[in-house]
T-cell receptor
Framework: GAVVSQHPSRVICKSGTSVKIECRSL??????MFWYRQFPKQSLMLMAT?????????EQGVEKDKFLINHASLTLSTLTVTSAHPEDSSFYIC??????????FGPGTRLLVL | DAKTTQPPSMDCAEGRAANLPCNHS???????VYWYRQIHSQGPQYIIH???NNETNEMASLIITEDRKSSTLILPHATLRDTAVYYC????????????FGKGMKLTVNP
């Protein structure tokens, strides 16, 4: 299957700072990428849909000004958690879909806000 | 909301076939059945998907009932590394269509 990478895999930051997470499709072009969040012992919750060259579409209840998404190329989407707080600590996962039917997921980024 | 129902957990003996059920009684004609699994602290891994015909790949087989209201994922020879949470998801065709995850089913493969 196709490969999706995320960077960093883990990040610890202080409350009030911003954190950027990168999601890359390594061997295919992804016109659409998705960002999910997963809290302990819960399922994945879709945060937003990122389309190359256009604004992201956010799910209900997700603050677009807090979770900034940029999809500047067909292989890279970034999620920036602005003014992070301890409640933003979570496992952030991206997925990428190209012209085919299947989405492939990155390995996830674990964020801890102190 | 997820459109599928799975039992919360299942155990299987190593080396045996694991049959994972999923109900999707409200599936639409253009929706596919997808299976992913998530091993602890990793991103979900794609397993298989199908529309109405049975499908098989190197990882698993997918059996979809004729009325498409339920399906079964079959791991023919379960190993300890197959222990994971398995998600059955229905979704319209196209890589740009979002996946909505339910609670999934925890499969534990025992030695």
């Amino acid at each position: 299957g196709a490969v999706v990478s995320q960077h960093p895999s883990r990040v610890i930051c202080k409350s009030g700072t911003s954190v950027k997470i990168e999601c890359r499709s390594l061997d295919f072009q992804a016109t659409t990428m998705f960002w999910y969040r997963q809290f302990p012992k819960q399922s994945l919750m879709l945060m937003a849909t990122s389309n190359e060259g256009s604004k992201a579409t956010y799910e209900q209840g997700v603050e677009k000004d807090k979770f900034l998404i940029n999809h500047a190329s067909l292989t890279l989407s970034t999620l920036t958690v602005t003014s992070a707080h301890p409640e933003d600590s979570s496992f952030y996962i991206c997925s990428a879909g190209g012209g085919g039917e299947t989405q492939y997921f990155g390995p996830g980024t674990r964020l801890l806000v102190l | 909301d997820a459109k599928t129902t799975q039992p919360p957990s299942m155990d299987c003996a190593e080396g045996r076939a694991a049959n994972l059920p999923c109900n999707h009684s409200t599936i639409s004609g253009n929706e596919y059945v997808y299976w992913y699994r998530q091993i602890h602290s990793q991103g979900p891994q794609y397993i298989i998907h199908g529309l109405k015909n049975n499908e098989t790949n190197e990882m698993a087989s997918l059996i979809i009932t004729e009325d498409r209201k339920s399906s079964t994922l079959i791991l023919p020879h379960a190993t300890l590394r197959d222990t994971a949470v398995y998600y059955c998801i229905v979704r319209s065709q196209g890589g740009s269509e979002k996946l909505v995850f339910g609670k999934g089913m925890k499969l534990t493969v025992n030695p």
